[in-house]
């Protein structure tokens, strides 16, 4: 009888899901390169409303980054949807146009 050593078969485990993890083709142009985030330097309180937006994106991109039951596609998905809301809010917030997208 052969036994296991649980450490280095969660080791196995964690470095499949990894690899797994890989991006298609289609994935990588669905997703773009960057979301370009614009901060209202010249008012006080937008910046202020810009703080609160960004620290609450950094806690969502680390809560989506810490899921086990996505796939690496889904979780860079997720995270560029709210980057790109908090994007929009930022632009409305200052009094820009929102940004219009293509629909598939």
């Not at 796939?71 to 929009?88: G, I, P, Q, W, Y």
Request: net charge positive.
């Amino acid at each position: 009888m052969v036994q296991v050593c649980e450490a280095e078969w969660d080791m196995v485990r964690k470095a499949r899901k990894i690899e797994a993890g890989e991006l298609t083709e289609a994935e990588r142009a669905l997703l773009g390169r960057a979301v370009r985030i614009e901060l209202p330097v010249t008012d006080l309180p937008g910046m202020k409303q810009a703080a609160d937006m960004l620290i609450g994106l950094g806690t969502q991109i680390k809560f989506i980054a810490e899921r086990e039951d996505m796939t690496k596609a889904e979780k860079l998905f997720a995270m560029r949807s709210h980057a790109n809301s908090v994007r929009d809010r930022l632009r409305v917030s200052s009094g820009r146009p929102k940004r219009t997208y293509d629909k598939f």
